[in-house]
């Protein structure tokens, strides 16, 4: 596998969760300007859950590129169990994370509106 091969799977990986990297940036900021609440705090630690997960994930769809560019087929086989249960566990860090998530919003939707404000 060739440098220019190697670099555009390498973009081509990262470039699949981009646009969910920066869709849950913009949610952390958005949550930035809300007031202080326990709703808000599990909905920060949420979206960085869903954050770290989305990079990890891209980190195990890199490292068997790696290994074939560097001709470590040996240890690319060795690797394929445990990058599998790796997927598992960002998987369920990710359910973890949207479960989180959608509790805060229930719970933020189920405060009373201040009076005056409809």
């Given amino acids: 596998m060739d440098n220019s091969t190697l670099l555009q799977s390498l973009l081509m990986t990262v470039g699949y969760r981009l646009p969910i990297l920066i869709a849950l940036g913009v949610a ?31 980190g195990l769809n890199v ?15 060795g690797l394929n169990t445990l990058l599998n249960i790796s997927q598992v566990a960002v998987a369920l860090t990710q359910a973890a994370g949207f479960i989180l998530l959608a509790w805060a919003l229930v719970q933020a939707l189920r405060r009373p509106l201040p009076p005056g404000k409809p």
């Fill in 28 to 58: 952390l900021v958005m949550l930035m300007d809300t007031p202080r609440s326990r709703a808000r705090s599990v909905a920060m630690s949420a979206l960085v859950m869903l954050m770290l997960a989305a990079l990890v994930g891209a």
């Fill in 63 to 77: 490292l068997p590129l790696l290994l074939i560019a560097a001709g470590n087929f040996n240890g690319l086989s």
